[in-house]
């Protein structure tokens, strides 16, 4: 008996000794479009909250409610394109009227400099109402701009359905 005890006991032992052998923990490292995926929802947040600042902004200038915002596109970089895209959804979503033409309406316009310092700016009239700056990133720089805005064009197709 006392022998079926230390065979279960060294079985025990045996397991305890295996279950805290040490193994290698893999590192894990995000994929390209991991990567991209995540700069795609930090410039869908900065859109956000230039809306919110677009928003306050119009809160003083209450004469000029009814007039459509237009988002005005700087190049035709799918990085723009997608920014807009954003811009506009989220000024939508503030109550917003947003048009395609520009035509005696408000305008938002922004640019991407040196792909880290991001300025928006509402206009009306060839007033400016609003200016904000920002530092962002764009995308890691060792990426071309083709292999960016091919990222880009991936994570985000769809149009949104109340753009006039």
């Known amino acids: ?9 060294l079985g025990i032992l045996a ?4 279950g805290c052998s040490s193994r290698p923990v893999e590192p894990r490292y995000l994929t390209r479009d991991q990567v991209y995926a ?5 410039l869908r947040k900065v859109a956000e909250e230039k809306a919110v600042k677009v928003s306050e902004t119009m809160a003083v200038y209450d004469y000029l409610d009814n007039v459509p915002i237009f988002v005005s596109l ?4 799918n990085f723009s394109q997608h920014y807009r895209q954003f811009l506009q959804t989220a000024v939508a979503q503030k109550g917003f009227r947003v048009s395609e033409t520009q035509e ?16 928006t700016r509402l206009s009306f009239d060839n007033k400016i109402l609003m200016i904000d700056s920002q530092v962002f990133d764009a995308g890691p720089p060792t990426l071309s ?3 960016a805005d091919a990222v880009w064009l991936q994570y985000s197709r769809r149009k949104p359905a109340y753009i006039r």
Do not use: C, K, W, Y
């Open 38 to 42: 995540r700069h795609l929802n930090a």
């Open 145 to 147: 701009r083709e292999a």
């Open 104 to 119: 005696e309406q408000l305008v938002l316009s922004f640019s991407l400099q040196d792909r880290h310092i991001l300025t």
């Open 74 to 77: 700087p190049d035709q970089t």
């Open 1 to 9: 008996m006392s022998q079926i005890i230390r065979l279960g006991l």
């Open 15 to 18: 397991l305890m000794i295996a």
